[in-house]
């Protein structure tokens, strides 16, 4: 099975600061990279997504860093706020397989104040 | 994205009986699926299920405990059959639009089996 290799397990997080999440893929047919944010109780909300074919792609306070290369990439959090303590998971699919996701084993994020 | 219903929410049930989930979409998609969330744990694909055709599963879920349904391209239900306590876990429906690879979930349904 492919594997998305996620890390750290958990994270905690002052107030303003910085969350950095990092995931690692095997299969370099992955082609779509999505962050998802679950809260407790609740089903997995798509937060942001990249393609390879950019190196970073950024919506409001959330950043997504992109190595092929390496095959890494990494979600960041600026200014994370308590609200934000949620679990999140890093995934991968790739074009022609019916859109089958791929998950990480996720990271519980506590941002404290 | 799309607005995604799952019955029940959340359902205790005993050893040994079935339990049936259903997922509604509010537009017509073209790919659904189901997965598995066991407690603190990722998500799991259990099968795609095909509209028209039989559902395709993943390595170690099989057609017999986890039986799919995919009447139309809004509604899709799956069965938890013969459960056991092992089958304890939040059971998730999502779509893929077809919008650039997007997929969104449902609520969940979250079940414990005594």
């Known amino acids: 099975q492919q594997q998305v290799k996620q890390s750290p397990q958990s994270l905690i997080v002052q107030k303003g600061g910085i969350s950095i999440i990092n995931c690692a893929y095997e299969?370099?047919?992955?082609?779509?990279f999505p962050w998802y944010q679950q809260f407790p109780g609740k089903g997995p909300a798509l937060l942001i997504a990249i393609r390879p074919d950019v190196s970073e792609k950024k919506e409001g306070r959330f950043t997504i860093s992109f190595n092929k290369s390496a095959k890494q990439f990494s979600l960041h959090i600026m200014d994370s706020q308590p609200g934000d303590s949620a679990t999140y998971f890093c995934?991968?699919?790739?074009?022609?397989?019916?859109?089958?996701?791929?998950f990480g084993t996720g990271t519980r994020l506590q941002v404290t104040l | 994205s799309a607005v995604i219903s799952q019955k029940p929410s959340r359902d205790i049930c005993q050893r040994g009986t079935s339990l049936t989930i259903q997922c509604q979409v509010d537009s017509q998609v073209t790919m659904m699926f189901w997965y598995r969330q066991q407690p603190g744990q990722s998500l799991t694909l259990i099968a795609t299920a095909n509209q028209g055709s039989e559902a395709t599963y993943e390595s170690g879920f099989v057609i017999d405990k986890f039986p799919i349904s995919r009447p139309n391209l809004t509604f899709s239900t799956l069965t938890v059959s013969n459960m056991s306590p092992e089958d304890s876990s939040i059971y998730l429906c999502s779509v893929a639009p077809g919008l650039h690879n997007e997929q969104f979930f449902g609520p969940g349904t979250r079940l414990t089996v005594l």
């Open positions: 995934a991968a699919s790739r074009t022609g397989t019916a859109s089958k996701l791929t």
């Open positions: 299969n370099t047919a992955f082609d779509y």
